[in-house]
T-cell receptor
Framework: DAGVIQSPRHEVTEMGQEVTLRCKPI?????LFWYRQTMMRGLELLIY????????DSGMPEDRFSAKMPNASFSTLKIQPSEPRDSAVYFC????????????FGSGTRLTVV | AQSVAQPEDQVNVAEGNPLTVKCTYS??????LFWYVQYPNRGLQFLLK??????LVKGSYGFEAEFNKSQTSFHLKKPSALVSDSALYFC??????????FGAGTQVVVTP
């Protein structure tokens, strides 16, 4: 298995532009998580899905952030409009159920908003 | 409230010396306990986990961790550190719903 695949690896965009981050989870995993990592705030859970359904989006910072999972093999995290404070590394992770299986993380997308 | 504490922002150790990264948690029930490692510009990677059984669990790259129920701790250890062990380490117990609760992370710096 290729693991959790995220794209792009790096994204540089101008303030006000729309940004879309993509994630392909491991086949068969029924949970998908989006995290944001910054020096100041560490690792933050933004939203997670179970069987393609959003379960908890309380970590999404603002209405500018939205996430979808149209099928079991694809998810997107969109920021519209983007702001410089959104600059961070965004990780996607997937899991087979919760509990003792742990998560498999992607390599992340480093977003820079100028 | 459920929480996980990694009391040290950074741990410095000389190569060849033992390495310990501390973790304590406050989670209801009997959580599963995980350690993850993050190398620069990489995602988090699984190191080891405790589910049940022997309090000492062994994981990848020569790491081990000791579960102490009375102290609600799960410290990560390695008998002899390598320069290549320099990375960011995260402790993560599961919460009541089985989701991982990540600590703030501890930066390990191993000097030659």
């Amino acid at each position: 298995d290729a693991g959790v695949i995220q794209s792009p690896r790096h994204e540089v965009t101008e303030m006000g532009q729309e940004v879309t981050l993509r994630c392909k989870p491991i086949s068969g995993h029924d949970y998908l998580f989006w995290y944001r990592q910054t020096m100041m705030r560490g690792l933050e859970l933004l939203i997670y899905f179970n069987n393609n359904v959003p379960i908890d989006d309380s970590g999404m910072p603002e209405d500018r952030f939205s996430a979808k999972m149209p099928n079991a093999s694809f998810s997107t995290l969109k920021i519209q409009p983007s702001e410089p404070r959104d600059s961070a590394v965004y990780f996607c992770a997937s899991s087979l159920s919760t509990g003792g299986n742990g998560y498999t993380f992607g390599s992340g997308t480093r977003l820079t908003v100028v | 409230a459920q929480s996980v504490a990694q009391p040290e922002d950074q741990v410095n150790v000389a190569e060849g010396n033992p390495l310990t990264v501390k973790c304590t948690y406050s989670v209801s029930g009997n959580p599963y306990l995980f350690w993850y490692v993050q190398y620069p510009n990489r995602g988090l990677q699984f190191l080891l986990k405790y589910i049940t059984g022997d309090n000492l669990v062994k994981g990848s790259y020569g790491f081990e961790a000791e579960f102490n129920k009375s102290q609600t701790s799960f410290h990560l250890k390695k008998p002899s550190a390598l320069v290549s062990d320099s990375a960011l380490y995260f402790c993560a117990p599961t919460d009541s719903w089985g989701k991982l609760q990540f600590g703030a992370g501890t930066q390990v710096v191993v000097t030659p």
